[in-house]
């Protein structure tokens, strides 16, 4: 469904921090963008939700160019990115933030779709009345995935979702991700543990300084050694 060619782009013009990378989300459920800290992951998802400075390159979303879009036409055609920081609305509560996911949506989907994520995140549904704010860095990471699921995306995009969460939490993000997939949302997945990364996706890309330095099948990439040396800490 999601396509990006020769995407480049930046922050100040003619400053390249991603430089020529490539993904076709067509061939896995779930793809990861994997790499160290300031490769450049976070600005290529942010160019593919149309909010870099400057960007080149095609982004195609079923068939049609997006890459000239506004990021909320982005995300209406689909495409929704849960940020590494959450994001949640710290006021509001659990069930007004998933609210807000669902914005637009009739009385009756908003109720069906609320019902879904509160079974898919059984925590939330004991919290559905909490300030957001006042909840663990877990349980506002579960409410952040859920609340962009409130609208169906086709393409959800998780930067970091590990990012800063206790191991048994971490583990239960990534058991979540496999499940998400079979409702028909594909996954890109940035993350910084690039193990774990490929462990969950079917292919992967890794760049360092902005350009793609591997990319592949990731049963492929976990066995080859330069990622098992370089990224692994394995021989
Ligand atoms: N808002 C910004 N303005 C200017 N430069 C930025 C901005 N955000 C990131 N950069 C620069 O772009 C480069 C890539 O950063 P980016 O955050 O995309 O990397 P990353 O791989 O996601 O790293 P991390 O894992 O630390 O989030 C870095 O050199 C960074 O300093």
Known sequence: MLKVSNFRG???????VVDGLQIDLRQSAVTSILGS??????SFLRGICGLLPWCTGEVVLNGERVDR????????LGVRMVSEGRGTFPTLTVE????VGGYGLSAA????RLEREFNRFP???ERRGQIA???????????????????????LILDEPSQGLAPIIVDQIFELIPRLTREGVQVLLVEQDVGRGLEVSEQAVVI??????????SRELLADPRVRESFLGLS
């Open 37 to 42: 800290n300031g490769a450049g992951k976070t």
């Open 123 to 125: 925590r939330l549904r």
């Open 109 to 112: 989907v908003l109720a069906t």
């Open 69 to 76: 879009l506004a990021p909320h036409d982005i995300a209406r």
């Open 133 to 155: 704010g006042m909840m663990s860095g877990g349980e506002q990471q579960m409410l952040a995935i859920a609340r962009a699921m409130m609208s169906d995306p086709r393409v």
């Open 96 to 99: 007004e933030n998933l609210k």
């Open 208 to 217: 360092e300084k902005g350009r793609a330095t591997l990319s592949g099948p």
């Open 10 to 16: 930046g922050y100040r013009k003619g400053v390249a």
